[in-house]
């Protein structure tokens, strides 16, 4: 039996607070002050409903490593880091099992932070123009507007580029080391007193926030470096042209690909592999679901795809193409700007590739510490299991994080009722956008005869294929060539990206991590569609053009619908 203990806390982490209170229904929370919330972007980190365990474990950290960022920069006085019991006055909840951000905290750090606004960060991390507005005036609570806080402005001008720095070379140590620590903790045998396997949970816990800290610094310089250069990219007179300047940087996800290819060719060992990206799996922010480390099934399936292709394919030979692509687009914008906004230029594009590749550094390393809470939750659950006090193992998720401190008497009677409750909220969808408490409704409903689908442009370039529908990663695979359609992806979807020929997606915005990763590999991709998974349906002939935004359905898969095909 391998021992568990605290060696897993990074320097500086802080435990959480008592500010982040839990009622009767851990998955939902009322508030019926005006506050405008969106459900947009979370799905990235919450692709369904998560269970009580993944909420109450990771839905604080969520929180808290968000305000300790914004304190970080300087956007908010260093009294928000603490989470505070009314949710009116949060930055996140959750309703009916859908965790949402509070838009109007959103817009207040928008109009904080020198050199970009509530609408830019509404256009950029939420994905839509005037989001506010819109959700505010369908409650008829009127139309949100910018209202700059320059008083803030002299704060974060004096403390981001020092909180530039220190996050930048905490995060390439926290990858070091999270990386070390996750690959002991995972590889043991199982064992270990529900004590220590609870240390280790909390220890992941407290990681999460260390990193997750660190990573909102990132992010948030990420977001002002794409805004300044789309600024630029549109006086220039070359609108979009943002998305081949941004990318090519080699984010951490590129190299889960390349060694998926060298697995697919038997390059490497299988142990090899999963030494290193193990952590992954569908839907990996959520503990219940495997990891490529516990099921390699969807591992062997997504290798099955990867076998198919020709060798001439493989993510190397890409890679130098895209590069090229992104310094003529560099070379084109800086001729056009001339000499004086050409020195901004330059400087942003250093921004851009010091900085862009450390936001998905941070996600794949907070992965890795959810994956060791996963580990112990579900050694945890064996152990409960075995004492009579749950029937199956994996019932431990249905529990929040104190009741496995003192597991309650009735626990078979509160899993069989919070399993009931989890399934009649995942039959449910939130608006992407609401004031006060939201009217969920049922998913799927009809999408009416409207076939048009837009959205925002995100990864240029123009394709045609036929369309793969997935709603939940593992349901299906994307065949080569084929153009995925999903409603948001997490690092877990890297991989079927390569072998698509372009994406859509539903939320999400210009520096989500799906545009990211497309921009990445070089695919087109229109992103924030709203509708494309309930307007669009596998084997529909489409073009996508990852500039304008446009997603055109050309056919249905035995009624033409348009003749006239992408030139």
Same mark, same amino acid.
């Given at each position: 039996?391998?021992?568990?203990?605290?060696?897993?806390?990074?320097?500086?982490?802080?435990?959480?607070?008592?500010?982040?209170?839990?009622?009767?229904?851990?998955?939902?929370?009322?508030?019926?002050?005006?506050?405008?919330?969106?459900?947009?972007?979370?799905?990235?980190?919450?692709?369904?409903?998560?269970?009580?365990?993944?909420?109450?474990?990771?839905?604080?950290?969520?929180?808290?490593?968000?305000?300790?960022?914004?304190?970080?920069?300087?956007?908010?006085?260093?009294?928000?880091? @603490?989470?505070?019991?009314?949710?009116?006055?949060?930055?996140?909840?959750?309703?009916?099992?859908?965790?949402?951000?509070? %838009?109007?905290?959103?817009?207040?750090?928008?109009? $904080?932070?020198?050199?970009?606004?509530?609408?830019?960060?509404?256009?950029?991390?939420?994905?839509?123009?005037?989001?506010?507005?819109?959700?505010?005036?369908?409650?008829?609570?009127? !139309?949100?507007? $910018?209202?700059?806080?320059?008083?803030?402005?002299?704060?974060?001008?004096?403390? #981001?580029?020092?909180?530039?720095?220190?996050?930048?070379?905490? #995060?390439?140590?926290?990858?070091?080391?999270?990386?070390?620590?996750?690959?002991? @903790?995972?590889?043991?045998?199982?064992?270990?007193?529900?004590?220590?396997?609870?240390? %280790?949970?909390?220890?992941?816990?407290?990681?999460?926030?260390?990193?997750?800290?660190?990573?909102?610094?990132?992010?948030?310089?990420?977001?002002?470096?794409?805004?300044?250069?789309? /600024?630029?990219?549109?006086?220039?007179?070359?609108?979009?042209?943002? !998305?081949?300047?941004?990318?090519?940087?080699?984010?951490?996800?590129?190299?889960?690909?390349?060694?998926?290819?060298?697995?697919?060719?038997?390059?490497?060992?299988?142990?090899?592999?999963?030494?290193?990206?193990?952590?992954?799996?569908?839907?990996?922010?959520?503990?219940?679901?495997?990891?490529?480390?516990?099921? *390699?099934?969807? /591992?062997?399936?997504?290798?099955?795809?990867?076998?198919?292709?020709?060798?001439?394919?493989?993510?190397?030979?890409?890679?130098?193409?895209?590069?090229?692509?992104? *310094?003529?687009?560099?070379?084109?914008? %800086?001729?056009?700007?001339?000499?004086?906004?050409?020195?901004?230029?330059?400087?942003?594009?250093?921004?851009?590739?010091?900085?862009?590749?450390?936001?998905?550094?941070?996600?794949?390393?907070?992965?890795?510490?959810?994956?060791?809470?996963?580990? @112990?939750?579900?050694?945890?659950?064996?152990? %409960?299991?075995?004492?009579?006090?749950? *029937?199956?193992?994996?019932?431990?998720?249905?529990?929040?994080?104190?009741?496995?401190?003192?597991?309650? @008497?009735?626990?078979?009677?509160?899993?069989?009722?919070?399993?009931?409750?989890?399934?009649?909220?995942?039959?449910?969808?939130?608006?992407?956008?609401?004031?006060?408490?939201?009217?969920?409704?049922?998913?799927?409903?009809?999408?009416?005869?409207?076939?048009? +689908?837009?959205? /925002?442009?995100?990864?240029?370039?123009?394709?045609?294929?036929?369309?793969?529908?997935?709603?939940?990663?593992?349901?299906?695979?994307?065949?080569?060539?084929?153009?995925?359609?999903?409603?948001?992806?997490?690092?877990?979807?890297?991989?079927?990206?390569?072998?698509?020929?372009? +994406?859509?997606?539903?939320?999400?915005?210009?520096?989500?991590?799906?545009?990211?990763?497309?921009?990445? /590999?070089?695919?087109?991709?229109?992103?924030?569609?709203?509708?494309?998974?309930?307007?669009?349906?596998?084997?529909?002939?489409?073009?996508?053009?990852?500039?304008?935004?446009?997603? !055109?359905?050309?056919?249905?898969?035995?009624?033409?619908?348009?003749?006239?095909?992408?030139?």
């Amino acid at each position: 039996m391998t021992p568990l203990s605290t060696s897993g806390r990074a320097p500086g982490e802080r435990r959480l607070g008592d500010g982040w209170v839990i009622g009767e229904d851990p998955l939902h929370q009322d508030c019926d002050a005006p506050i405008t919330w969106t459900t947009v972007n979370l799905a990235e980190a919450f692709p369904g409903v998560p269970t009580p365990l993944t909420w109450t474990v990771v839905g604080p950290v969520f929180e808290a490593m968000a305000r300790g960022g914004w304190v970080m920069i300087g956007v908010m006085p260093r009294s928000y880091a @603490a989470v505070p019991a009314n949710v009116e006055d949060r930055l996140m909840t959750i309703f009916h099992g859908r965790p949402a951000f509070s %838009l109007e905290a959103w817009r207040l750090f928008g109009d $904080s932070m020198p050199g970009t606004s509530a609408e830019a960060v509404e256009t950029q991390i939420f994905g839509a123009g005037s989001t506010a507005g819109a959700g505010a005036s369908a409650a008829g609570a009127g !139309t949100a507007r $910018s209202s700059a806080n320059r008083r803030r402005y002299p704060v974060v001008a004096a403390k #981001m580029p020092s909180a530039a720095r220190r996050s930048r070379l905490a #995060m390439l140590e926290l990858a070091g080391s999270t990386d070390r620590w996750w690959r002991s @903790a995972v590889s043991g045998s199982p064992g270990g007193s529900r004590a220590e396997l609870l240390d %280790l949970l909390r220890d992941a816990q407290a990681r999460i926030l260390t990193i997750g800290s660190h990573h909102t610094v990132l992010s948030m310089l990420a977001f002002a470096t794409y805004e300044q250069v789309r /600024l630029l990219s549109s006086r220039a007179g070359m609108p979009g042209l943002e !998305t081949e300047v941004l990318g090519g940087d080699g984010a951490e996800e590129a190299r889960t690909v390349e060694d998926l290819w060298q697995l697919s060719r038997d390059r490497i060992r299988r142990s090899e592999f999963l030494e290193r990206h193990g952590f992954h799996g569908p839907a990996e922010g959520e503990l219940a679901t495997p990891s490529w480390r516990q099921s *390699d099934a969807p /591992l062997e399936a997504l290798l099955a795809t990867y076998r198919k292709l020709d060798d001439d394919a493989s993510p190397a030979a890409g890679r130098a193409d895209r590069l090229a692509v992104r *310094d003529a687009a560099e070379r084109r914008l %800086l001729a056009a700007l001339g000499p004086a906004r050409g020195v901004q230029a330059r400087l942003l594009f250093g921004m851009a590739h010091r900085y862009m590749p450390l936001r998905e550094l941070g996600r794949c390393t907070f992965l890795k510490a959810i994956d060791v809470a996963r580990y @112990a939750a579900v050694q945890i659950g064996a152990g %409960l299991a075995r004492d009579g006090l749950l *029937d199956t193992p994996e019932d431990v998720f249905q529990l929040c994080l104190h009741e496995l401190d003192d597991t309650p @008497a009735d626990t078979r009677a509160l899993v069989a009722s919070r399993r009931a409750r989890h399934t009649e909220y995942s039959r449910l969808e939130l608006p992407d956008v609401f004031t006060g408490m939201p009217v969920p409704t049922p998913i799927g409903g009809p999408g009416g005869g409207d076939t048009s +689908v837009t959205g /925002l442009g995100v990864s240029s370039g123009i394709v045609e294929g036929n369309a793969r529908v997935i709603v939940e990663l593992g349901d299906d695979e994307v065949e080569s060539g084929e153009i995925l359609v999903c409603r948001t992806t997490d690092p877990g979807w890297a991989s079927y990206f390569f072998v698509a020929g372009g +994406v859509v997606i539903d939320v999400g915005g210009p520096i989500s991590h799906g545009a990211i990763v497309a921009r990445e /590999l070089g695919i087109p991709c229109v992103i924030n569609t709203r509708n494309g998974t309930q307007r669009l349906h596998t084997g529909d002939r489409i073009r996508v053009d990852g500039t304008t935004g446009t997603v !055109t359905l050309i056919q249905h898969p035995n009624h033409p619908i348009q003749k006239e095909h992408a030139r």
